[in-house]
């Protein structure tokens, strides 16, 4: 048991050990972590102070090195100020024999304009006045057919009322006539009825007393069977009596109504044959109006055809204008394509130009005229008349470019004074090679100098040196390769 016990606190003992090295190490670890940290915060602070020094000392130099050049940029600025005050007040004395020219063309031009103005207002107070005198006419015209209008239609607007008058009293004695043969012919159908029924009543009772009288013994048989059957025949049709009795006033009602029909129907046969006669009149009236309006129609069907073919017509030549639009603006893009190509060309151009100008062209671009007062004022008058020829025509419509052209003269004659020069100087510069080349060859001998005529072998003007047997070699030249050149170069 013993023996057990101290093994385990062996075994404890290590694991203690091991746990103890981790904690050292970890420490360890942490220290040299917080060592390192704090010699990175010490490092990052120095390289800050270091920054913040050498952009001090940078912004230092940048100071002096300023003030140095504005010494440097303010003598060389004076001196352009010199140069630019000479120039400028060349230039000033010359803008201001402009100014006076100008003036001076200006005051012409205003007396040229006040003249040509009053002849304007002149004109245009003629042109007022027989627009006044011709609004007159028309106006007193106007006023006329307005007048004989007028009267025209007042005339017609009274005919056509008396016409109406007359038309309208027509009718009403026309309707007064028809309503007193109405109660005439009533009055004679009334007396006819009542004479015949007078007649027919009379003749009725003679039959009658006849009749009694020879029927008075049979009906005084006959009366009893007739109480017996009256008795009988009333007890029978009682409820017929009554019927005949009601259907008696109802037929009275009836013919009343009748005869008040038949008057409306009088009434409506006359209102018919006027209406009749107005609708016939009407007829004749619309044919004539659908005759005129069928011819108006044909008038109107054939401006319409000739209008659809002037339409047809317009839209053609509408259509061929559009094309030829369309491809004269295609070509005039194309035109402006390549005139905006050689503007920009020229713009760069200029561009190029403006950098290689120098002091004295930049204040004072265009060259005085070397023409005097007299002969300006002469070219002057020229120019403002009225060209006869194309060419001065063509030159006239140009006037604008003149300054271009004579910038562009001057730079032309300059290009030209300095290709004289050089050629000059090349035919000097050749001459000066010659006599340096003979110079070389009095002075080296060799194969090739003895071979030619050489000076210092030269004795009262023949040549003492011996002839060569061997035809003269060609020189050698030495080549380079440029791909060679170009690597030692860059």
Request: charged share 35%; proline share 2%.
């Amino acid at each position: 048991m013993p023996k057990k016990r101290g093994r385990k606190r062996a075994a404890l003992t290590d694991e203690e050990r091991l746990i103890m090295m981790q904690q050292k190490r970890l420490a360890e670890e942490e220290m040299t972590k917080k060592k390192e940290d704090m010699l990175a915060q010490f490092l990052k602070e120095k390289l800050a102070k270091e920054e913040r020094n050498s952009e001090l000392n940078l912004h230092k130099i940048t100071l002096q090195w300023r003030t140095v050049l504005r010494e440097v940029k303010a003598r060389e600025l004076r001196k352009d100020i010199e140069i630019l005050s000479q120039t400028f007040e060349r230039v000033v004395d010359c803008k201001d024999n402009v100014i006076k020219s100008l003036a001076k063309d200006l005051t012409e031009a205003e007396a040229q304009y006040a003249h040509a103005l009053r002849s304007h207002l002149h004109n245009i107070d003629q042109l007022l006045e027989l627009q006044r005198c011709r609004i007159g006419y028309l106006e007193e015209d106007y006023q006329t057919e307005l007048q004989a209008l007028q009267k025209e239609f007042d005339t017609e607007r009274k005919i056509i009322i008396g016409h109406h008058n007359l038309e309208s009293r027509y009718l009403q004695d026309v309707l007064l006539a028809m309503e007193q043969n109405f109660t005439d012919s009533e009055y004679e159908a009334r007396l006819d009825f009542q004479s015949t029924r007078d007649d027919v009543k009379n003749k009725n009772l003679e039959e009658k007393h006849y009749l009694r009288m020879q029927l008075e013994g049979k009906v005084e048989e006959l009366w009893k069977r007739f109480q017996q059957a009256l008795r009988t025949y009333t007890e029978a049709t009682e409820d017929r009596k009554f019927a005949f009795e009601g259907l008696k006033r109802r037929d009275e009602k009836s013919t009343k109504e009748i005869e008040m029909q038949m008057r409306k129907l009088q009434k409506m046969q006359d209102l018919i044959g006027i209406l009749k006669n107005k609708i016939a009149l009407h007829a004749r009236e619309s044919e004539e109006q659908n005759r005129r309006v069928r011819d108006e129609k044909e008038v109107v069907l054939k401006q319409l055809q000739k209008l659809k073919s002037e339409m047809n017509r317009a839209r053609a030549k509408a259509r061929s204008n559009l094309a030829k639009l369309s491809r004269e603006s295609s070509g005039a893009l194309k035109v402006l394509e390549r005139v905006m190509q050689k503007a920009e060309l020229i713009l760069r151009l200029a561009e190029m130009c403006r950098r290689l100008e120098s002091e004295e062209e930049k204040v004072l671009p265009f060259y005085a005229s070397s023409l005097t007062w007299e002969e300006q004022k002469t070219v002057d008058k020229v120019v403002l008349e009225k060209p006869e020829e194309p060419l001065a025509q063509m030159m006239h419509d140009y006037v604008g470019l003149e300054r271009f052209w004579q910038r562009y003269n001057k730079v032309r004659l300059e290009q030209l004074s300095l290709e004289r020069t050089k050629q000059a100087l090349l035919q000097d510069n050749l001459r000066l090679r010659q006599l340096l080349k003979q110079y070389l060859d009095g002075i080296s001998v060799n194969d090739e100098v003895l071979s030619q005529i050489n000076p210092l072998m030269i004795v009262n003007q023949q040549n003492i040196a011996p002839p060569s047997s061997q035809p003269a070699k060609p020189p050698i030249y030495n080549v380079v390769e440029a791909a060679l050149e170009v690597k030692r170069i860059l």
